[in-house]
């Protein structure tokens, strides 16, 4: 008997353990449900923090079998106070969960992926296969390689070459289909109706997004093994936002943290914002849009967890903003000069919104909110092109350094002036 | 309207094993009085308590959300084929 299993989210049907994603009966979401009185008994601040660091530590809260052995340490990535990024902002007390050095592929995808694998194996496929913007593809096509799985990946066209050569490289079968990542999803859909393939976010999928738990389990380990006021996520599918707050229930529910409410705030680009628009107009459902951003790993014009995203971020007393491709690229910017983190658009989004959250007293500057940046900006380099000038070279020459360097004092825009405006 | 509706391989024990229905229908919901009838067991599978469709079941004409064809209000066209896909599966974050 297993400690955990499959439940409709509406109707409640157990559905035990299997490759399904959806409650035949009401055609809604399937959710990994635990056995909690049990997980009472063993779980406990100093089970985990004995463990190695990654995300395997929390092990017995998620969908493991007894037997499972993991052979690639994923996660447990560095939070850190932020302190002039909150100048920036006003504030005083501001972290950064940074998954943009998440291992193998430098992004919170690789945390889902290491749990749908996992069950892959499990149910005895030799086939992994996913729809993708980017990053998920990327972890796919590493942990499968690793794990010994083929690996089909689904992407839009349009992807950004570091992310499509990031998939390749590994030796995945890659599908480019000419249309939007909704597109390249409804098909997945279809395919894996058909084919008996793992496909880590249509039949694997409850599994899967279990795995995004595992950044709210290290937030509030890292904080001490206490919850912050507020947490701001990026949301594509709305699947992360949702599970950090599953993952802070799960804390509370097993004595690990103190209760107290944390807020959730979501993050979007306003050219694909389905999810922010919802909650600023009041409504519970989503109403599809066609992305059009740079944030191309956020653009899910029809987020499959919209509408749980929007229950989760306005029950916590949370808000959702969304922010133009300028701030992104301006975010991007200020977070890497403020603090040295290198993000992709994904993080650019989160950051721009957090200014925005701050400006509109939604966060106060002494509350401890932390923002999650999940994907790293090496494999979005096209949207800073343009930015910034190649510096003419000059001779190996102590005389040309020290005239250079005279230059930049008298004008330290000719150098340091980094952004085109 | 002859149309063509294809039934996601979970919901075909509902459909006697079949997974193409053709039929004659003028709109979202003259289609789903059609399933009703012809398959009464599918019917609480495709709509709630209140006789709404489901939540997280999508519809697609010719590949394209209905929703974005005006939803319910979307005139089906001679041969359209219709697509019936639960709201699964999200790429990042």
């Known amino acids: 008997m297993s400690h955990y299993e499959l439940r409709c989210r509406e109707c409640g049907k157990a559905w035990g353990n299997q490759p399904r994603s959806i409650c035949d009966d009401c055609f809604s979401p399937l959710e990994v449900s635990y056995d909690y009185e049990a997980l009472r008994e063993v779980v406990s601040p100093e089970r985990i923090s004995n463990r190695a660091p990654n995300m395997w530590r929390y092990a017995d809260l998620l969908p493991l079998s007894d037997d499972f052995h993991p052979i690639l340490p994923v996660g447990f990535t560095p939070l850190f106070q932020a302190p002039q990024l909150a100048k920036q902002f006003g504030a005083t007390n501001l972290f950064i969960k940074n998954d943009a050095v998440c291992l193998p592929t430098l992004s919170f995808k690789d945390r889902v992926v290491a749990v749908a694998l996992a069950n892959a194996r499990n149910f005895g496929f030799d086939t992994v296969a996913c729809s993708s913007t980017g990053n998920l593809a990327n972890a796919v096509a590493a ?44 098909l997945c859909s279809q395919i894996a109706d058909e084919h008996p393939w793992g496909f880590v976010n249509v039949n694997l999928r409850p599994y899967y997004a279990e795995g995004s738990k595992t950044v709210g389990f290290e937030i509030a380990e890292q904080l001490g093994w206490r919850l912050p006021d507020n947490v701001v996520v990026p949301m594509a599918g709305g699947s992360l936002i949702t ?38 107009t ?65 993080g650019g989004v989160t950051v721009g919104c957090a200014r925005k959250l701050y400006q509109q007293d939604r966060i106060l500057p002494d509350e401890t909110t932390v923002l999650c940046i999940t994907g790293n900006g090496l494999k979005t380099t096209d949207v800073l092109s343009g930015h910034y000038q190649a510096e003419e070279p000059i001779r190996p020459k102590v005389a040309e350094f020290e005239a250079l360097l005279q230059r930049a004092t008298e004008n330290p825009d000719e150098i340091r002036e980094t952004v085109e405006v | 309207m002859a149309i063509t509706v294809q039934i996601p391989t979970a919901l075909r024990r509902l459909t006697g094993g079949n ?56 005139a089906f066209q001679d041969g359209d084929e219709i697509l019936l896909v639960p709201s699964i599966a999200g790429g990042c974050a």
Not at chain 1, 262 to 280: D, E, L, N
Not at chain 1, 302 to 320: C, F, L, M, Q, V
């Open chain 2, 19 to 74: 997974g193409k229905v053709s039929c004659s229908a003028a709109n979202v919901g003259e289609l789903l009085s059609v399933l009703d009838q012809q398959f009464p067991e599918l019917k609480p599978h495709l709509r709630d308590e209140a006789g709404q469709i489901r939540r997280f079941l999508n519809i697609y004409v010719n590949e394209e959300d209905i929703r974005f064809l005006g939803g319910s209000d979307y």
């Open chain 1, 143 to 186: 942990q499968a390689a690793r794990n010994g799985f083929k690996a089909w990946i689904f992407i839009p066209a349009d992807l950004e070459p570091a992310k499509v050569l990031g998939t390749q490289v590994f030796g995945a079968k890659l599908v480019r289909i000419a249309g939007s990542y909704d597109q390249v999803n409804r």
């Open chain 1, 282 to 346: 009041g409504e519970s459902d989503i109403e599809p849009q066609k992305p059009a951003t740079i944030a191309r790993s956020l653009a899910i014009g029809n987020p499959a967890d919209g509408h749980y995203a929007i229950k989760t971020i306005r029950e916590s007393g949370g808000w959702a903003e969304d922010v133009s491709d300028r701030a992104v690229v301006d975010s991007i910017q200020l977070l890497a000069q403020t603090e040295g983190v290198f993000t992709e658009t994904a």
């Open chain 1, 243 to 280: 599970k950090i707050k599953k993952a802070f229930d799960e804390l509370i529910k097993l004595g690990l943290v103190e209760p107290k409410p944390v807020r959730i705030f979501g993050a979007q680009a306003t050219g694909c914002s389905p999810i922010s628009t919802a909650v600023k």
